[in-house]
T-cell receptor, first 112, second 111 residues
């Protein structure tokens, strides 16, 4: 069974530029999550989708971050404009009815 | 008080040692608890769920203390391959409520 796919794996941009990350969850997983993991910290939930609806986006900095999951399958996370403190690994995860999260390998962002 | 708190470590232990980590949570309504393992520069993976009655999987034992609002993970007979960061995860309910991760406890098992 294919796992959660994410791209790009690495991205380096300058502050104030924009960046987009893509995630394709495990087939059949209705719930999709985007987490931000800063070095030395645990993952922090940015947004949670159930199919194509948003369940929780309370910690998403909406002035610069946006995410969509238009057809209830794959998802994109965008940052515009990026700040230095956005340097982190962006982890996408998916799950079914149960609570086990399956994570992708992550997209590592460096903002210079 | 943070939602989920863990001692960041690092815990440096020799092979064969027994090591235990605790994790405290602030929301008394929390219902589900997990330990995830994260290897260096890798994604987190579920290690085990934590049930009210506690559960054991080989060398790993997880326990829940609702009265004191903490969960624990015990690793017996530590192996070099156990070196990783162990993340405590808590959620109020299943399905539609977010899973909250602790910062993780780093374990290094030394030969």
């Amino acid at each position: 069974e294919a796992g959660v796919a994410q791209s790009p794996r690495y991205k380096i941009i300058e502050k104030r530029q924009s960046v987009a990350f893509w995630c394709n969850p495990i087939s059949g997983h209705a719930t999709l999550y985007w987490y931000q993991q800063i070095l030395g910290q645990g993952p922090k939930l940015l947004i949670q989708f159930q199919n194509n609806g948003v369940v929780d986006d309370s910690q998403l900095p909406k002035d610069r971050f946006s995410a969509e999951r238009l057809k209830g399958v794959d998802s994109t996370l965008k940052i515009q404009p990026a700040k230095l403190e956005d340097s982190a690994v962006y982890l996408c995860a998916s799950s079914t009815q149960g609570l086990e999260l399956f994570f992708g390998e992550g997209s590592r962002l460096t903002v210079l | 008080r943070k939602e989920v708190e863990q001692d960041p470590g690092p815990f440096n232990v020799p092979e064969g040692a027994t090591v235990a980590f605790n994790c405290t949570y602030s929301n008394s309504a929390s219902q589900s608890f997990f330990w995830y393992r994260q290897d260096c520069r890798k994604e987190p993976k579920l290690l085990m769920s934590v049930y009210s009655s506690g559960n054991e999987d080989g060398r790993f034992t997880a326990q829940l203390n609702r009265a004191s609002q903490y969960i624990s993970l015990l690793i017996r007979d530590s192996k070099l391959s156990d070196s990783a960061t162990y993340l405590c995860v808590v959620t109020v309910n299943s399905g539609n409520t977010p899973l909250v991760f602790g910062k993780g406890t780093r374990l290094s098992v030394i030969a």
